[in-house]
């Protein structure tokens, strides 16, 4: 079993409905991160956290909601889907007290199709 | 947090020495450099951290000047499989931001 899990794996939708994609891990990290991946381009930071109870924006947080309901499952919410928020989304984890403290580990990804 | 520029495409041959470099050159005194590999529709893959001087993994190795503004991700000789998208970042010990920018693309060929 993945370490970082993401469901739904696919998504298609339409544009003004709600969605929610949930991240879950059990590698027992303290810390937990949303991005997108655009074709062809590299990922963006959407939200991370470092507990239950810190949230933080990354590069492109408008538009997008996520909830922490506990350490090991972190949620990004669409309130109201568009189209130009089609893409490709990963969860990541990363242990700050590990050896490496940039090693991110990344879920397979979601990949989400609004029309 | 410290922007990076890499090349946006590389090729090699396979048995290969490949490196390549990053330029990060506002990087603080409490930033990391790390290097991820993509392959895909996959998450990326964690390679190599590092602070200063040179670190080597089983993978790969990793040399950064003492002024840190700059790093060479070097990969000993590629095959077929290593072609894939190589990320590197600048990793905020003060705000464990990571942010991924265009990456380089590698294509191995036979």
């Known amino acids: 079993d993945a370490d970082v899990t993401q469901t739904p794996r696919n998504r298609i939708t339409k544009t003004g409905k709600r969605i929610m994609l949930e991240c879950s891990q059990t590698?027992?990290?303290?810390?937990m991160y949303w991005y997108r991946q655009d074709p062809g381009l590299g990922l963006r930071l959407i939200y991370y956290s470092f507990d239950v109870k810190d949230i933080n924006k990354g590069e492109i947080s408008d538009g997008y909601s996520v909830s922490r309901q506990a350490q090991a499952k972190f949620s990004l919410s669409l309130e109201s889907a568009i189209p130009n928020q089609t893409a490709l989304y990963f969860c990541a984890t990363s242990d700050f007290r590990g050896p490496n403290t940039g090693e991110l580990f990344f879920g397979e990804g979601s990949r989400l199709t609004v029309l | 947090l410290a922007k990076t520029t890499q090349p946006i495409s590389m090729d090699s041959y396979e048995g290969q020495e490949v490196n390549i470099t990053c330029s990060h050159n506002n990087i603080a005194t409490n930033d990391y450099i790390t290097w991820y590999q993509q392959f895909p529709s996959q998450g990326p893959r964690f390679i190599i951290q590092g602070y200063k001087t040179k670190v080597t993994n089983e993978v790969a190795s990793l040399f950064i000047p003492a002024d840190r503004k700059s790093s060479t991700l070097s990969l000993p000789r590629v095959s077929l499989s290593d072609t894939a998208v190589y990320y590197c970042?600048?990793?905020?010990?003060?705000?464990?931001?990571?942010?991924f920018g265009q990456g380089t693309t590698l294509q191995v060929k036979p």
């Open positions: 590698k027992g990290h303290d810390r």
């Open positions: 970042l600048v990793f905020s010990g003060n705000t464990g931001k990571l942010i």
